[in-house]
T-cell receptor, first 112, second 115 residues
Framework: KQEVTQIPAALSVPEGENLVLNCSFT??????LQWFRQDPGKGLTSLLL?????REQTSGRLNASLDKSSGRSTLYIAASQPGDSATYLC???????????FGTGTLLAVQP | KAGVTQTPRYLIKTRGQQVTLSCSPI?????VSWYQQTPGQGLQFLFE???????NKGNFPGRFSGRQFSNSRSEMNVSTLELGDSALYLC??????????????FGSGTQLSVL
């Protein structure tokens, strides 16, 4: 059974700092991994999608890496801003389906 | 291009009642999936529909059901509501061509409170 864990559960950083969020999964047989952000009481916004054959994806100040063999992904946020404050979730897809298995989330607070 | 639209945004029901939630996917998207989000269990998969057929189902009781119409709009129904059904229900859509894995786009959700 696939389990997805995110560390840390919460993180507070000063504005301008670079930071890394971690995601680990127990079964390396994944099709892809997605990173999302969720603002309070809102839905999820897709940030980056990494296919199983890829090692990383970049979008603006965000960079996500994937290491299937070790069951790990990281989301790197450069030059953090208060607007980055949100909960960040990673999720994996393990088969020919849209069934996402979500991690526990990291609550990020960027202090001005 | 309009995003995923979920209605209503908020619902308050009492135990034993039933409820129907609606989801309109992004135009052209044929796959719709539903998720339940609670503080204790996090995000859990309910079911997925593609071209009006249920393709996958999560571990929820039979009180939770859904359907998809020919225009790809989807509804989910929860009968005999229990207090534990209080949650944010999220709908997601994607193109979902077989063998081609797309990003999922989520709606803002329906916040259901069961009293």
């Amino acid at each position: 059974k696939q389990e997805v864990t995110q560390i840390p559960a919460a993180l507070s950083v000063p504005e301008g700092e670079n930071l890394v969020l971690n995601c680990s999964f127990t079964d390396s047989a994944i099709y892809n991994l997605q990173w999302f952000r969720q603002d309070p009481g809102k839905g999820l916004t897709s940030l980056l999608l990494i296919q199983s054959s890829q090692r990383e994806q970049t979008s603006g100040r965000l960079n996500a890496s994937l290491d299937k063999s070790s069951g790990r992904s990281t989301l790197y946020i450069a030059a953090s801003q208060p607007g980055d404050s949100a909960t960040y979730l990673c999720a994996v897809i393990c088969g020919a389906t849209n069934k996402l298995i979500f991690g526990t989330g990291t609550l990020l607070a960027v202090q001005p | 291009k309009a995003g995923v639209t979920q209605t209503p945004r908020y619902l308050i029901k009492t135990r034993g009642q039933q409820v129907t939630l609606s989801c309109s996917p992004i135009s052209g998207h044929r796959s719709v999936s539903w998720y339940q989000q609670t503080p204790g269990q996090g995000l859990q998969f309910l079911f997925e529909y593609f071209s009006e057929t249920q393709r996958n189902k999560g571990n929820f009781p039979g009180r939770f059901s859904g359907r998809q119409f020919s225009n790809s709009r989807s509804e989910m129904n929860v009968s005999t509501l229990e207090l534990g059904d209080s949650a944010l229900y999220l709908c997601a859509s994607s193109l979902r061509d077989r063998g081609h894995y797309e990003k999922l786009f989520f709606g803002s959700g329906t916040q259901l409170s069961v009293l």
